[in-house]
């Protein structure tokens, strides 16, 4: 079974480009600002109990018995 022309061309054109980025060193500097970048979001964290609503705050999104929310369509 043989690939189609356009598919063919795409890989030639990915393949192309890829060698092209190697041999600039390009991506080299890329791979480093993603590993830079990578490990920074691994050292942060998130800690407590914190919510996005207050304890004396409606639970819902809506309220329930709002008219405006029953009736939106």
């Known amino acids: 079974m043989r690939t189609p ?5 795409v890989s030639l ?3 192309d480009t890829f060698r ?6 390009i991506s080299w500097l890329l ?7 990578i490990l920074v ?3 942060a964290s998130v800690s ?3 919510t996005l ?3 004396d705050e409606n639970a819902d999104f809506l309220p329930r018995f709002d008219r ?3 009736n939106a369509k």
């Open 5 to 9: 022309n356009w598919c063919h061309a």
């Open 13 to 15: 054109l990915v393949r």
């Open 20 to 25: 092209q980025s190697i041999a600039s060193g």
């Open 31 to 37: 791979l480093t600002i993603s590993a830079v970048c």
């Open 41 to 43: 979001c691994l050292t």
């Open 48 to 50: 407590g109990p914190t």
């Open 53 to 55: 609503r207050t304890p």
């Open 68 to 70: 405006d929310a029953q």
